[in-house]
Nanobody, 123 residues
Framework: QVHLVESGGGLAQVGGSLRLSCAAS????????MGWFRQAPGKEREFVAA????????YYADSVKGRFTISRDVAKNTAFLQMDTLNLEDTAVYYC????????????????WGQGTQVTVSS
């Protein structure tokens, strides 16, 4: 069993930055992809970014490409999401996810999820 805990959410202004962390425990996730999804009020959960098990390949949604950076510390079972140049549309609950495959997988196909962390961007 894998337990994912997100941290680092909060309030930021338009154009500002936040850094999210996702700590995995309970099982070694070094062989798993890790990723981030988000869900805004009234909308479906959507893919944001994912990173391969060895950290060499990163994938991004078009809406965040060039502004967000995903990374991971394999030894510490932790993933990060650096969010820069935030805009109002980035406001959402951000969820960490992990499984053998995360990129291009539907939400229901991913087994491990964190509880989510709120990111609010204000003008």
């Amino acid at each position: 069993q894998v337990h994912l805990v997100e941290s680092g959410g909060g309030l930021a202004q338009v154009g500002g930055s936040l850094r999210l962390s996702c700590a995995a425990s309970g099982r070694d996730v070094s062989g798993y992809e890790m990723g981030w999804f988000r869900q805004a009020p009234g909308k479906e959960r959507e893919f944001v970014a994912a990173i391969s098990s060895n950290g060499n390949r990163m994938y991004y949604a078009d809406s965040v490409k060039g502004r967000f950076t995903i990374s991971r510390d394999v030894a510490k079972n932790t993933a990060f999401l650096q969010m820069d140049t935030l805009n109002l549309e980035d406001t959402a609950v951000y969820y960490c996810a992990s499984d053998y495959r995360v990129y291009k997988m539907a939400v229901y196909q991913i087994y491990y999820w964190g509880q989510g962390t709120q990111v609010t961007v204000s003008s």
